[in-house]
């Protein structure tokens, strides 16, 4: 089995920053994809940003782009999500999440393995 650990989360005023991570542990994968998910009370888990492994590929919600920057550790098999300028509409329960089909998608339906979430709230 695998398993996902986020942390990073917290409380930060709007324009501040937080870095997420996301440690993963157990059967490893020649070529997946890893992505961050977030679900705000009230509404659907949305894509965030995600990571194709091998490549470095990347995507991101239209919400976030030039905010918000996925990474990878190869070495430490550990996912970042460096988030900058902060809103309260970030304000969320953040996911990250494991692909094993390498498509990239935002559909969180076609991804295999999940963390147990870690709250961000930011303060208007």
């Known amino acids: 089995q695998v398993q996902l650990v986020e942390s990073g989360g917290g409380l930060v005023q709007a324009g501040g920053s937080l870095r997420l991570s996301c440690a993963t542990s157990?059967?490893?994968?020649?070529?997946?994809?890893m992505g961050w998910f977030r679900q705000a009370p009230g509404k659907e888990r949305e894509f965030v940003a995600g990571?194709?492994?091998?490549?470095?590929?990347?995507r991101y919600a239209d919400s976030v782009k030039g905010r918000f920057t996925i990474s990878r550790d190869s070495a430490n098999n550990t996912v970042y999500l460096q988030m900058n300028n902060l809103k309260p509409e970030d304000t969320a329960v953040y996911y990250c999440?494991?692909?094993?089909?390498?498509?990239?998608?935002?559909?969180?339906?076609?991804?295999?393995?999940w963390g147990q979430g870690t709250q961000v709230t930011v303060s208007s």
């Open positions: 999440a494991l692909e094993l089909s390498s498509l990239l998608t935002t559909n969180r339906y076609e991804y295999d393995y």
């Open positions: 157990g059967r490893t994968f020649s070529s997946y994809v």
């Open positions: 990571i194709r492994w091998s490549g470095g590929y990347t």
